[in-house]
Structures are given as C-alpha cells and as structure tokens.
C-alpha cells in the first residue's frame, strides 16, 4: 500500500508521458493488469534495471512518432516503448 | 565429455562472458557490444586444464526466460539441457561498471545452490569512470570468492582459474537467505553495491555525448541512413584495387596453364572448370571482407542497439520489434547467423516473422551476383559529389531487399502470423572503441570460410556442371558450340521454357540449378558456362564483358530483381527448418521467395523492355 498524500499525487507522472529531459524518482510500478497481459511486466522492468527509488531521466524519443524513448535508469540507458514505460511511476523532480 | 568438470559462465547479457570465455579457452566465440550477441550454447575445454569444460551460455537477466536464447541458459543451469548434467560450478560474470543492476541476478542464482566464482569483469572501463569496488568486502557479503577480470585484455585469468580450482574442491558455499522475490533479490543486491562502491563514479561522458548526436531527432536518422550509404559506396571503391589483383592473379593463372598443356580435354577442364568457375566467386572476397569489416565494427561499437531503437517505430508499423533489426542487419553477412540471432526475440510469431523474411535481407553470397551484373551493366561513373553510381545501384538492390521484408512482413503479421503487439525493451550499451582483435579474428574467420567454401562446394558443384556441360560430346558436323549439345544445354533447354517469359536464356536457367546449393554458385556457373560456349577473345576479357555482350539490359535487370528475392541456399533452409522446428515454414519460406522471385523477374523484364525500346 502506497501512502501518498494528495500534494505528492498530483507530481507522480507515468514515466510514458515524460518528454526528454525530464527527471524524477521511481516512486512505484503500476502495472494495469486488467486484461493480465501485464502481470509480468513489473517483473521485466525489474529484472532489466529499473527499481523503486532510482532516478530515471528521458534522455531521447523516436524521431517517428516519439515512440520508443530512451530512458537513463541509475547508471544505464533503456530503450522501451511508452506504452510499458506507463507502468513506472515517476515522482518529478 | 561424459567425465569431465562443466562450468557454466552466466551473467547478464553484454556483460564480457563470451569474451571471457574465449580468454579461458583459446575459442573464438563472437563478441559484440549489444545484448544477445550469443544466442546458443557453446562448450570448450579449459586451457591448462582440459578437465574443465567450460559453457558459453547466452546473457540473461533472470531464471525466468523471456526468449528462447534466455530458455537455454536456465536449462543449463538447471542441468536440464538434453543429456547433459548440472554444471558442479558457474563462471558467474558481472560488469564492473554496473554492478547493482548485475548483481540482482547473481543473487537470484546463488538461491540455485551451485558453488560459484565470481569475475569482477571491465574493471579498466570501471577504473576509467573512476568507480571503486571493495572486491574483498563483495566476497564476504555473497559469501563466494570474488576476482577482478580485464576479459578483452586476459587480466586475472590466473586467479580466476585457482579460485574456480578452490571451488570445485571445496563446493560447499555458506547459504545466504536473500529472500525470494524479484523486489527483495533486487533490494538485497542494491545494498551489498552501496556497501562494497567505495566510489560511485563519473559515468560515461562520451555514451552521453554520442548520444545525443547518433539519437538526436534530425541527424539520427540521416547518420544510419547515411553509414548504410556509405558501407555500400565503399564495398564497390574500396575493393577495386584488390581485386584487380585478383583478376590479373587468375589471367596469369590461365595463361601459364595454356602455356604448359596442349589444348585438349585437361585444359578445359581446368580453364573453363576450375578456374573460370572458382575464379568467379574468388575476385569478390574483397568486397565481402569490406562489408563484413563495416559490420563488425558497428557491432562492436554499442551502435546495434542504437539502430534498434531508431528503426523500432518503423518496424513496429509492419508489427514487428525493433529488436528484430539486429537479426536482420546481420543478415547482411549471412542469414542464418541472422536467423539464428532471432531467438533474442520473446515473441514466438515476431520471430517467426523474423526468419521468414531474414532471407530478403541481402547477404554477401548475393554480392558476387550483383556486383558482377552491375560491373557489366552499370557504367562507373561518378553521380554526385564522389558518390558512384555503381555503389548507388548496388545501395537500392539492399534497399529494395528491405523494404520488400517489410512488406512481406506487414503482410504476414496481418494473416498467418497476427498476434498482440510486443514489447520493445532493450538496454542501450556504452559506446565502445571496436576491439581490434575481435574485428581482424572475426574477418579470418570469414575469409577462410569463403575460402573453404570456394575450394569445396563451389569446386565441385563447378567439376561437375563442367563434366555436365562437356558431354555428351557434340554430333559431327555440329553447328553450334559444343556446350549446346551436352546435358547443360539439353536442361538449360527445358528450363528454359519457363524462365524465357522472364527474359533468362538457357545459360541463365541452367546456372539457376548449382546456385540453389548457394546463391555466388550461380555467378560460378555462369562462368564455366560462358567459357565453355564463348570464343576465345570475349573469355581472356573475362566474366564481366562476356556478359556485357551475351545479355540484353533487360535480362540483366531481370536478373538481379529474382536474385533480390531469390531462393535462399540450401543451408539457409535447413537452418530455417531447424528454428521453425520442422519442414512446414522452411518450405513456406522457398514457395513464397520463389513466386516472390519470378513476380518480380517478370515485371521486372517487360517493363525495362517497354521503356527501353
């Protein structure tokens, strides 16, 4: 359970909305399991670097249709579409 | 094999495990700068000590498999893996540079309970961003022995082998509790980072730098568009002179030959045979080891994934991953290294998507096809500002190889492969200056496979086509060339019923048959045949005049759009039966290349025919 009060709420941006260069603080995944298809995401996005707590900057979008972004998380750089980008949850700094 | 040691070297991908590999080993797995360069697993015993064998397994972040690649690398671990058993130790490898994130999974496989080593690798690279890691106080918080590795540069092999020496006699690790989720792995190995980074570091300016210029909105693209560009321009000027020595090379050959036999049977055998046919395919290696040169330095630069991530709108449009470019640019080599390289991809009908259209890529087997069309058709000269208009032709024929992969594949993903769009998510690795040693291996390797390729299959399939176009012996009294009258120029007859309404001759659809085993057969075949048919002048002038003077501009045209789709060779559809796991898509793929093929031939021919005339 994420306690959040309503001032911090209204600064938690999905990190798929985030044009380059802005920043912030991985505050906590969301996946929208709804129809299941994204049980496993939280775990990818995991497994491939990003974690509760990191700074996460976009760094470049897609020339074509600013899709896929390029993010740096902590040390590294991902590349991921926006649309799996939506389940991070980024308080902006 | 059966009584031996496996140690099985795992880590997060593009972390150095191949290249360590190959330091412990003496082999000459490939090593590249993006994630999922090895996509299979690979065995070699120990150097110093061949009671260890070691496994090369493909880069993973987890024991959870998102790919096949991925799949093979936990069923090693496992001991899962066909017969063989569960490796007594792992090589476990981690990236300096990154250890956080690294050691997530190493924790993840110490919950395995298979003793391990751990290799501290890139610590040059960790050194120059000036991060500093405690690798005593690492070894005491994951309870295993820790070694700092330079793998590219076969530092601390010595260590690494005593440490695995310790371990395999002595396996009994002490059990650390680390919880079992991905969250608390993932919490455990953030805290063990921060306790034993002394110093965090500066990162990567020059990543940050290149960057911004190579992804940049504008000149993002315009950089890939113009390094395709410029490989292809420099594929035709830069081979010239090697080639040229080539030419003179085989002309001496053929003189000399003429000068010790007397004319007769032997001659031509080895003349018209051997040299005119092997000949044919030799002149181009040049050209190959150019593109392949070019290949392997984007490869081992960190621009892979960079191009990934600029193509991955483009290829999402015909429903496709950005990651399947990787496959595909690798295709440009060859298409079952690209074929195989499709396991990175999680998606089993984007990858199916993959290896059905990896064979439209261009591969350098279709180089000697081209090129030696566009030497004979294309006049060398210059378009604009140094550009030539022989590297610009050969430019669009790669061009329309991929644009038409992207059709198929629009097509194919809206009806036989239609499935939920997939997720795109690739780490971008640090740009790296290419390791020399890696490129100049990687090319010999290349070289003495086209050369074994040369002296053996398209050797014989030439000994063979040859004995095919010189018997039966012509009647007396015969007309025409020799070659009219033997079993070359009865099939090229009957083929040639099918192939005249796409504009080939005889000696065209003859040399079709060998060049199914292999794509540069084809220009081998059509050297032995022309210089069994042609007289004696046009042969010394060569292959390239031969053709200049035998063929219509249409017919030459016709000929290179069914080499832009044409029937991949025959180990390319046995790869492609292997992935696909059977005999359904592999033969999907030569039916619908075929039509591909002759659709295209035939549009192809009358419509130059109609413009031309």
């Known amino acids: 359970m994420n306690v959040t009060t309503p001032m911090e709420k209204t600064l938690l941006e999905s990190l798929g909305a985030m044009r380059p260069g802005t920043r912030g603080r991985i505050v906590h995944f969301e996946a929208d399991t709804a129809d299941g298809s994204q049980a496993d995401l939280a775990d990818r996005l995991r497994e491939i670097g990003f974690a509760e707590n990191l700074e996460v900057e976009v760094l470049h979008q897609s020339p074509f249709g600013r899709d896929p972004i390029a993010v740096r998380v902590g040390k590294m750089t991902i590349a991921l579409r926006r649309k799996e980008a939506n389940i991070v949850k980024v308080q902006l700094v | ?613």
Not at chain 2, 487 to 508: Q, R, S, T
Request: glycine residues 8%; proline residues 5%.
């Open chain 2, 1 to 613: 094999m059966s009584n031996s040691t496996l140690v099985a070297v795992v880590g997060n991908p593009n972390c150095g495990k191949s290249a360590l590999f190959n330091a412990l080993t003496g082999l000459r797995q490939k090593v590249a700068n993006y994630p999922g360069a090895t996509v299979e697993r690979r065995a070699g015993p120990m150097l110093g000590n061949d009671e260890i064998e070691l496994i090369d397994l493909p880069g993973t972040y987890s024991l959870t498999p998102r790919s096949p690649d991925e799949a093979v690398t936990r069923d090693v671990i496992r001991g899962e893996y066909h017969a063989e058993g569960k490796p007594q130790a792992l090589l476990c490898v981690v990236d300096a540079t990154n250890l956080e994130q690294h050691l997530r999974f190493i924790i993840e496989l110490r919950s395995s309970g298979v003793p391990m080593v751990l290799a501290l690798n890139m610590t040059d690279l960790a050194a120059r961003e000036e991060i500093r890691i405690d690798a005593a106080k690492l070894a005491q918080k994951l309870g295993v022995p820790v070694i700092e590795t330079v793998a590219v540069r076969k530092k601390g092999l010595t260590d690494l082998k005593a440490a695995l020496d310790d371990v395999l006699a002595n396996p009994e690790q002490s059990r650390i509790d680390f919880g079992t989720s991905v969250k608390d792995h993932q919490r455990a190995a953030r805290k063990i980072a921060a306790d034993v980074t002394l110093s965090e570091g500066i990162g990567h300016k020059t990543t940050r730098v290149l960057d911004g210029i190579l992804l940049n909105r504008i000149a993002g693209p315009i950089i890939l568009f113009g390094i395709l560009f410029f490989m292809f321009q420099a594929v035709f000027s830069w081979a010239e002179a090697p080639m040229g020595w080539i030419e003179d090379g085989i002309a001496y050959l053929q003189t000399g030959l003429e000068g010790q036999l007397s004319e007769g049977w032997l001659l031509s055998f080895f003349n018209d045979g051997i040299i005119a046919g092997v000949g044919a395919v030799v002149v181009f290696l040049p050209q190959i080891l150019i593109l392949f040169a070019f290949i392997l330095v984007l490869e081992s630069s960190g621009y892979m994934a960079r191009a990934a991530f600029l193509m991955d709108r483009l290829m999402a449009s015909v429903g496709l991953n950005g990651r399947a470019f990787i496959p595909l640019l690798s295709s440009f080599a060859c298409a079952i290294p690209g074929i195989m390289a499709a396991r990175t991809i999680s998606d089993p009908k984007d990858r199916l998507t993959t290896i059905l259209i990896a064979p439209l890529m261009t591969c350098s087997a279709r180089l000697p096809v081209y090129a030696v069309i566009i030497a004979a058709f294309i006049p060398n000269m210059p378009v604009w500002g140094g550009i030539g208009l022989q590297g610009l032709v050969m430019f669009i024929l790669y061009l329309a190889g991929i644009v038409f992969a992207l059709i198929v594949a629009a097509v194919m993903k809206r009806t036989i492969t239609k499935g939920e769009t997939q997720v795109f998510m690739l780490e971008l690795p640090k740009y790296q200056p290419p390791h020399w040693r890696y490129v100049l291996v990687g090319l010999y390797e290349r070289a003495r496979i086209f050369l074994r390729r040369a002296g053996t299959m398209i050797m014989s399939a030439t000994v063979i086509l040859w004995i095919l176009s010189t018997y039966p012996n012509p009647p007396v009294g015969a007309t025409e060339p020799d070659i009219t009258y033997s079993f070359v120029g009865i099939i090229g007859g009957w083929l040639e019923v099918i192939f005249a309404p796409i504009g080939f001759n005889w000696e065209i659809s003859a040399a079709l048959v060998p060049g199914m085993a292999a794509r540069e057969v084809a220009v081998a075949s059509l050297g032995t045949i022309y210089s069994l048919s042609g007289n004696e002048d046009m042969i010394a002038e060569g292959l390239v005049h031969t053709l200049n003077n035998a063929w219509s501009l249409p017919t030459a045209f016709s000929f290179l759009a069914w080499f832009v789709f044409a029937p991949q060779c025959l180990s390319t559809i046995a790869v492609a039966k292997r992935e696909t796991g059977g005999w359904k898509w592999a033969s999907f793929m030569v039916g619908y290349l075929f039509v591909l093929a002759y659709l295209a031939s035939f549009v192809t021919y009358h419509l130059s025919s109609a413009i031309l005339s």
